[in-house]
């Protein structure tokens, strides 16, 4: 297991590239959680140190303080990853750890507080330590390149929003006629065969849209 380490604030500023006088002012600012006291000593560790290097990534990335304030905010109040995950976690999809200077870059722009709180509220994302993790790498991808297209990430959230009631629908609809017809621990076998029938069916339909629009 990794020794934790821990700085006193001097040693804390050099190793993230700022002054004394601006770690006190984002500590002032709330943009870091308080250090432990020992007596009259503050003590920093790594914690703090990632948070420090994600502030001044956002910074050249053209993000505000005030901006950053929220974010971190939102950040320090979102769901836990073990929330996220819960007990199995997901049975495909794969989980992806970002940095919060790493979502900036794939949603260039639109991670703001509100984004990033619906994203939580939708299960999409959670927090582990400094890190954010997103529940499924093919979601994450298919958000950002929708996002590069034009599209504003509170709306695709919102489009998510309404994939995910009509989903947990037929999720339940395919269940049922399976425990009408076999066991409980036929579900699991028996899952793939109900993604490739949303998938053909939404194909379909995307095919009579097109149609009706030509």
């Not at 006291?37 to 140190?49: M, S």
């Not at 994450?140 to 996002?147: G, Q």
Request: avoid cysteine.
């Amino acid at each position: 297991m990794t020794e934790k380490r821990e700085y006193r604030m001097e040693e804390l500023a050099g190793l993230a590239g700022i002054t004394v006088r601006t770690l006190r002012f984002y500590r002032e600012r709330k943009l870091i959680p308080p250090p432990r006291r020992e007596g009259r000593i503050a003590w920093y560790d790594d914690h703090h140190l990632a948070r420090l290097r994600t502030i001044s990534a956002l910074l050249e990335r053209g993000h505000t303080l005030s901006g950053i304030a929220e974010l971190a905010e939102a950040f320090d109040h979102g769901r836990d990853v073990a929330d996220l995950l819960g007990v199995g976690g997901p049975t495909e999809e794969e989980p992806v750890r970002l940095t919060p200077e790493e979502l900036a870059a794939r949603f260039e722009g639109e991670v703001t507080p509100e984004n990033l709180a619906a994203a939580m509220d939708l299960g999409y994302l959670g927090t582990d330590g400094d890190e954010l993790v997103h529940i499924s790498r093919r979601l994450l991808d298919v958000s950002s390149a929708l996002v590069r297209e034009g599209i504003p990430l509170a709306e695709v959230l919102a489009a998510g929003k309404r994939v995910r009631e009509h989903a947990d629908a037929m999720a339940e609809l395919f269940s049922a006629l399976i425990l009408r017809h076999a066991h409980e621990e036929d579900l699991q076998r028996l899952r793939p065969l109900a993604t490739s029938v949303v998938e053909a069916e939404l194909s379909l339909a995307l095919d009579r849209k097109l149609r009706e629009r030509a």
